[in-house]
């Protein structure tokens, strides 16, 4: 079959809203560990990872057998929120490997499969508790694209003019310089009765702004933010669908800040294996539900409760994942140090396995991904002008791959710049 006839479906049937199939242009048919190959046969190294849900790097053998004899033993497949023997199973192993060694005592809500779902039961649970509406969210936020959550996201394109309501805008961490504590800003804001912000049910905020850019708040403003919180009685939700999970170097990305929230979503990596499962870990005093008062058919898919329960069990029991985790990213470092010298004026973003380098300009961010993807490796973008080229490869992923993979990325930046260099002599 010709390339163009492998792709002749999707360009005839599927929609125009498609968007990472237009940058890697290959139609891909099996993968393992931090490899995707084409129905070519050719090997890309993954450094998306799903966007972070594949932490663990694609079909851990492990969370695979696991999932397979569940489904030939006539494990349940779909249970809506029926007590099963797999959700069990994954409560248990969540309390005990992940809950209770952090001291954290909060409840678990199943939601949606997706992470905006999580965050717009967090959302919905915040305004039933404090009877409040209003919801503070921040500059380069991405929280996803149900309109309670694209209400909280700060994308204009995402936004696109839908007419959204219940949410202030205040400005992240270092968004006004380095010398401005825009904490301070939020506070001030928050104490005078006539700024025109009304009292919030919630402060909602990411630890590091995936999407947004890879913008990383310090532990000092996010123990700022939360007190500010809890004295004007809002909920602290921390938005960990993309950042938690490991991918900061922690399962959650708030471990060493000195905070507990009372609202956190997960999604993206807690199934283990990229099968959809989100959730809402819910401080008890705040649990007030009534029964299906936020419901969907889909809250719990039993068949990612088994590949979680398994990498819970085999990566978080021990400190050696975390251990490893930590190593990758020191590398990555070193190595973004390296091309930053190559782009004048660019910028290292991000931390953990969830760095970046601000490039200036999504056109060349954009053309060293491209170079990148012909030589042989999948990495993206983010940011508000889509500036920033992200490394998420999976957490596991083999030093010597990791190394090839940050090779070509060197490669294809001194390329893209050499162009630039070009064009202005």
Same mark, same amino acid.
């Given at each position: 079959?010709?390339?163009?006839?492998?792709?002749?479906?999707?360009?005839?049937?599927?929609?125009?809203?498609?968007?990472?199939?237009?940058?890697?242009?290959?139609?891909?048919?099996?993968?393992?560990?931090?490899?995707?190959?084409?129905?070519?046969?050719?090997?890309?190294?993954?450094?998306?990872?799903?966007?972070?849900?594949?932490?663990?790097?694609?079909?851990?053998?492990?969370?695979?057998?696991?999932?397979?004899?569940?489904?030939?033993?006539?494990?349940?497949?779909?249970?809506?929120?029926?007590?099963?023997?797999?959700?069990?199973?994954?409560?248990?192993?969540?309390?005990?490997?992940?809950?209770?060694?952090?001291?954290?005592?909060?409840?678990?809500?199943?939601?949606?499969?997706?992470?905006?779902?999580?965050?717009?039961?967090?959302?919905?649970?915040?305004?039933?508790?404090?009877?409040?509406?209003?919801?503070?969210?921040?500059?380069?936020?991405?929280?996803?694209?149900?309109?309670?959550?694209?209400?909280?996201?700060?994308?204009?394109?995402?936004?696109?003019?839908?007419?959204?309501?219940?949410?202030?805008?205040?400005?992240?961490?270092?968004?006004?310089?380095?010398?401005?504590?825009?904490?301070?800003?939020?506070?001030?804001?928050?104490?005078?009765?006539?700024?025109?912000?009304?009292?919030?049910?919630?402060?909602?905020?990411?630890?590091?702004?995936?999407?947004?850019?890879?913008?990383?708040?310090?532990?000092?403003?996010?123990?700022?933010?939360?007190?500010?919180?809890?004295?004007?009685?809002?909920?602290?939700?921390?938005?960990?669908?993309?950042?938690?999970?490991?991918?900061?170097?922690?399962?959650?990305?708030?471990?060493?800040?000195?905070?507990?929230?009372?609202?956190?979503?997960?999604?993206?990596?807690?199934?283990?294996?990229?099968?959809?499962?989100?959730?809402?870990?819910?401080?008890?005093?705040?649990?007030?539900?009534? &029964?299906? +008062?936020?419901?969907?058919?889909?809250?719990?898919?039993? $068949? =990612?409760?088994?590949? @979680?329960?398994? #990498? !819970?069990?085999?990566?978080?029991?021990?400190?050696?994942?975390?251990?490893?985790?930590?190593?990758?990213?020191?590398?990555?470092?070193?190595?973004?140090?390296?091309?930053?010298?190559?782009?004048?004026?660019?910028?290292?973003?991000?931390?953990?396995?969830?760095?970046?380098?601000?490039?200036?300009?999504?056109?060349?961010?954009?053309?060293?991904?491209?170079?990148?993807?012909?030589?042989?490796?999948?990495?993206?973008?983010?940011?508000?002008?889509?500036?920033?080229?992200?490394?998420?490869?999976?957490?596991?992923? &083999?030093? +010597?791959?990791?190394?090839?993979?940050?090779?070509?990325? $060197? =490669?294809?930046?001194? @390329?893209?710049? #050499? !162009?630039?260099?070009?064009?202005?002599?």
């Amino acid at each position: 079959m010709s390339t163009t006839d492998e792709r002749s479906v999707f360009l005839r049937r599927e929609s125009e809203a498609r968007s990472y199939c237009r940058r890697f242009d290959a139609v891909f048919a099996t993968a393992s560990g931090s490899l995707l190959r084409d129905t070519a046969g050719r090997a890309y190294i993954d450094f998306l990872a799903g966007c972070a849900a594949l932490n663990y790097g694609h079909n851990d053998p492990d969370m695979a057998a696991a999932l397979i004899a569940h489904i030939q033993g006539n494990g349940i497949a779909m249970g809506l929120d029926l007590h099963t023997d797999a959700k069990r199973a994954f409560l248990d192993t969540f309390e005990r490997d992940i809950l209770r060694p952090r001291g954290l005592s909060h409840r678990v809500q199943f939601t949606g499969p997706t992470g905006t779902n999580a965050v717009e039961a967090a959302m919905k649970l915040a305004r039933k508790v404090t009877g409040r509406h209003n919801v503070i969210a921040f500059t380069n936020g991405y929280h996803g694209v149900t309109l309670g959550a694209l209400a909280a996201t700060g994308s204009r394109y995402n936004r696109m003019g839908a007419p959204l309501s219940g949410v202030t805008r205040a400005p992240y961490d270092a968004y006004m310089g380095a010398h401005t504590d825009t904490a301070d800003l939020l506070e001030r804001m928050l104490d005078d009765p006539s700024s025109g912000v009304d009292l919030p049910a919630a402060i909602l905020l990411e630890t590091v702004q995936g999407e947004g850019g890879l913008n990383v708040a310090s532990a000092g403003w996010v123990s700022h933010v939360a007190a500010i919180a809890k004295r004007h009685g809002a909920l602290l939700i921390v938005d960990d669908v993309q950042a938690g999970c490991g991918r900061t170097g922690s399962f959650f990305s708030f471990e060493g800040m000195g905070v507990v929230p009372d609202l956190v979503a997960l999604s993206k990596s807690i199934s283990g294996f990229g099968l959809p499962m989100a959730l809402v870990l819910v401080k008890p005093e705040h649990d007030r539900w009534l &029964p299906a +008062e936020h419901n969907g058919t889909f809250r719990g898919n039993t $068949h =990612a409760f088994v590949t @979680a329960r398994v #990498a !819970i069990e085999k990566y978080w029991r021990t400190p050696d994942f975390q251990t490893g985790t930590a190593q990758r990213a020191a590398l990555v470092t070193q190595r973004l140090e390296q091309m930053s010298r190559l782009v004048p004026g660019s910028v290292l973003k991000g931390r953990g396995m969830m760095q970046g380098l601000d490039v200036g300009t999504g056109e060349l961010a954009a053309r060293i991904c491209t170079e990148c993807f012909a030589q042989g490796l999948v990495v993206e973008t983010s940011g508000a002008h889509d500036q920033v080229v992200k490394i998420l490869a999976p957490l596991n992923i &083999p030093i +010597e791959l990791l190394t090839q993979g940050l090779d070509i990325l $060197h =490669a294809a930046t001194l @390329a893209a710049t #050499a !162009i630039d260099l070009l064009t202005a002599a």
